[in-house]
């Protein structure tokens, strides 16, 4: 029971890496604010469902405002709209910043002050292989995921200042059998598996495990770091 009375907010809960987490927290003992845009499809003890799109300030703020105390925040929310640079729309360009980088902006300002004031937190973001290595197509995506590495380095000094115990995270993985693959071509997917040491993709419940280590005091001495989970890819 590594998460015993720790209360955990994760955003994008409803399915994919999201619902994997949850319901490794949950095992580890862990009360859960699951936050979605959807309703959550699953019911499970320990699990309070939030429809909140985190891109809504306003929404977000206020859906805060009656929470008192969360030690662990994962941003998991995020979204794809993928095409070559000259390709891409205004709209495609502006709604991943928005989901994927504004989002985590909304949620951090409340809760890693809450933290610092609680005195501690474990804060993890979900960035991606394509932040570490850029990619074909994704640079509206990759310019969020690698935003997650300066933002998550500059709160894990700004959040453990006065003493506070708040450590700032993030995951980097690689393609991990999840919705968000869809819109990916088989042949490209298998291509994906072939460059990687293990020679396969990643399941969510191998993420979860590592959001696992680093809200737990398993980590206690990790911060401003970043855990790549890709199977030893690159792209
Ligand atoms: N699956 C992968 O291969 C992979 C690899 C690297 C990084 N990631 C990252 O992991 C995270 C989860 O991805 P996934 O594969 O589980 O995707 P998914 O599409 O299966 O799930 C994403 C969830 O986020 C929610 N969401 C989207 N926009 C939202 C908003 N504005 N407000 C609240 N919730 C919102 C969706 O409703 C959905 O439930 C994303 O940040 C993604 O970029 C995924």
Redesign the pocket.
């Known amino acids: 029971m590594r998460l015993e009375n720790k209360v955990a907010m994760v955003?994008?809960?409803?399915?994919?890496?999201?619902e994997s987490i949850v319901r490794r927290y949950v095992e580890e003992g862990a009360k859960v604010i699951a936050?979605?845009?959807?309703p959550l499809t699953y019911e499970l003890d320990n699990v309070t469902g939030y429809v909140?799109?985190?891109?809504d300030r306003q929404a977000v703020s206020d859906f805060i405002k009656d929470i008192e105390k969360v030690d662990i925040l994962v941003n998991?929310?995020?979204?794809?709209r993928d095409a070559l640079v000259q390709k891409m729309t205004d709209d495609m360009w502006d709604k991943v910043i928005d989901?994927?980088l504004n989002?985590v902006y909304n949620l951090v300002k409340h809760v890693g002050p809450m933290m610092m004031k609680n005195g501690n937190g474990s804060i993890i973001s979900?960035?991606?292989?394509?932040g570490e290595f850029g990619n074909i197509g994704q640079s509206n995506?990759a310019a969020t995921?690698s935003a997650l590495y300066g933002l998550s380095k500059t709160w894990a000094k700004e959040f453990s200042r006065k003493g506070a115990n708040v450590r700032v995270n993030t995951i980097?993985?690689?393609?991990?059998m999840?919705?968000?693959?869809k819109t990916i071509p088989q042949e490209l997917l298998d291509k994906f598996a072939k460059m990687t040491m293990l020679g396969r993709l990643g399941e969510?419940e191998e993420i979860a495990n590592a959001a696992l280590f680093l809200a737990s005091d398993e980590s206690s001495y990790i911060t401003g770091h970043n855990l790549s989970a890709n199977g030893g890819m690159r792209l």
């Open positions: 955003t994008g809960a409803a399915k994919g890496l999201g936050v979605d845009m959807t909140v799109d985190v891109t998991n929310a995020g979204i794809t989901v994927n989002g979900i960035a991606s292989v394509v995506y995921k980097s993985p690689g393609y991990i999840t919705d968000i693959l969510p």
